[in-house]
Every structure is written in structure tokens, then in C-alpha cells.
């Protein structure tokens, strides 16, 4: 499922024209496995403003790996409100974050959009 979210990543960063250095550079370190210096990256981006959608989604993707679902949920919400595209993948990771917090009725609700 992760891997799914990365290509969509790195798809978006083609299909819009290219990223910003810090999402391309974040979306490569995700890959490797480096989900702090990834999560750098995916923060400078979204402090300058560019490429938010990406930017939230490689984020909320590094807070999902370090398993913290309180701060992967809101950010997987950004990620949707500044252009990642909606996804049966991200709404099912935004579930399986409300899970985690054991609100399964909020999970419900995510499942279904997905």
C-alpha cells in the first residue's frame, strides 16, 4: 500500500510538470527508506509553499511509517484539500489512522469514500 502511495507521489510530480527539489528529493529518501530525512525534505517543501499536495501526502507517508496515525491522519486531510488525488489507498490509510486512535466510527466513514 505504501508503494502505491510513492508512485502516486512520483506520478504527480510528472503528470504536473515536475516538483520542487525537496518533493522529488523526499519521494526518493521515502523510497530508501529514509523516512526523517524524507520528512525534511516534505517539510521545507510545504514552507515555501510548492507542490502542497505532494508535499502533504510524502509527509503524512513518514508519519504513517514512524506510526504516528494522530499527526498521518490531519496530514493525509491536507494532503486531499491541497490537490493529492483522491485515492481508495489514502482513504484507506486515513482509516486505518482512526483505527489506530480507536475511532472506528471516523474509520467507517473513510472506507466508504474509498
Known sequence: ?????????????ILF???ANAVEDGT?????????EAQDMFET????????GEAYLG????YWEAGDYEAAQPTFGM???NGAQPSAVLYNMLGQCEM??????????YFEQG
Open 1 to 13: 500500500m505504501k508503494r502505491y502511495l510513492i508512485g502516486i507521489l512520483a506520478a504527480m510530480c
Open 17 to 19: 510538470g515536475g516538483c
Open 28 to 36: 526518493v529518501l521515502l523510497e530508501e527508506g529514509k523516512y526523517e
Open 45 to 52: 517543501a510545504i514552507e515555501k509553499g510548492k507542490n502542497l
Open 59 to 62: 509527509l503524512a507517508i513518514c
Open 79 to 81: 494532503a486531499l484539500e
Open 100 to 109: 489506530k486512535m480507536d475511532c472506528p466510527e471516523k474509520a467507517v466513514y
